[in-house]
């Protein structure tokens, strides 16, 4: 067994599901209306920085572990 492989899975799926939570949070959050306008626009752009984020995780794993760099 390859625990590099194993520890840089667990890493990528633990980025991963913290990202999501933080991401549920301000989907939660901006659904509720209860915040003002300048607040709204800059969890959305938190929100597209948390996607990027989860997507670089991703890809920067299979680089790592599959394509051999």
Not at 3 to 27: Q, S
Not at 45 to 69: A, W, Y
């Amino acid at each position: 067994m390859n625990f590099i492989l194993l520890g840089d899975t667990l890493e990528m799926i633990g980025a991963v599901l913290i990202g999501y939570t933080a991401l549920r949070v301000h989907h939660r959050v901006l659904n509720e209306h209860k915040i003002d306008d300048r607040v709204v626009r800059a969890m959305k752009k938190e929100q597209r920085f948390g996607i990027l984020g989860i997507v670089l995780v991703v890809v920067g794993f299979f680089i790592r572990n599959f394509l051999g760099l």
